[in-house]
């Protein structure tokens, strides 16, 4: 069945490190993925999206990942500052489908 | 702009008893959908509405809960009979249009606790 993991529950980095968030998903039917930023008492956001027809994504300090060969997603945050802290979701759906396949989401803690 | 609110923040309630969960979405958005987070878990597909199309409840987890969107709006989630595997944050979110590749907005959720 569809499935959305991630290997580490929990990532802690110093300040002005750059952060790799991995996620790997099962369905190789999945046309589109999300990264989204949750932080304490808030709901998801928006941080950035790709394609399966493309394999790199890069934003304000976001870079997504995307290799099929191994079904593996990852999220690359530079720089990271404190307010990155916060848990980080993957999330994937299936073309043809109206609905968004969510991971369980890592942990990121950012210490000054 | 207003984003997405959610009401109320907070829910307890006893076991057995019905919840209504509120979801107003920002202006203008056709597609709504619910979702559930239990505590350290992923969120949940519950249900997804688009303009006047027949909603999606597909993850819908028992006959216990509802869902209905009035004028193309504001939406409540009714959870009939709570049990206390029901405790877990409702999430809302909106899009401009339907379809998963258009942005989903979230609103903050309303945190439900059954004793």
């Known amino acids: 069945g569809e499935s959305v993991g991630l290997h580490l529950p929990t990532l802690s980095v110093q300040e002005g490190d750059n952060s790799i968030i991995n996620c790997a998903y099962s369905?190789?039917?999945?046309?589109?993925f999300i990264w989204y930023k949750q932080e304490s008492g808030k709901g998801p956001q928006f941080i950035i999206d790709i394609r399966s027809n493309m394999d790199k994504r890069q934003g304000q300090r976001v870079t997504v990942l995307l290799n099929k060969t191994v079904k593996h997603l990852s999220l690359q945050i530079a720089a990271t500052q404190p307010g990155d802290s916060a848990v980080y979701f993957c999330a994937e759906n299936m073309a043809g489908f109206q609905k968004l396949v969510f991971g369980t989401g890592t942990r990121l803690l950012v210490s000054p | 702009g207003a984003g997405v609110s959610q009401s109320p923040s907070n829910k307890v309630t006893e076991k057995g008893k019905d919840v209504e969960l509120r979801c107003d979405p920002i202006?203008?958005?056709?597609?709504l959908y619910w979702y559930r987070q239990s505590l350290g878990q992923g969120l949940e597909f519950l249900i997804y509405?688009?303009?006047?199309?027949?909603?999606?409840k597909s993850g819908l987890p028992s006959d216990r809960f509802s869902a209905e969107r009035t004028g193309g709006s504001v939406s409540t989630l009714t959870i009939q009979r709570t049990q206390q595997e029901d405790s877990a944050v409702y999430l809302c979110a909106s899009s401009l249009h339907g379809g998963t590749t258009y942005e989903q907005y979230f609103g903050p959720g309303t945190r439900l606790t059954v004793t």
């Open positions: 509405f688009q303009g006047n199309s027949a909603p999606d």
């Open positions: 369905n190789s039917a999945s046309d589109y």
């Open positions: 202006s203008g958005h056709t597609a």
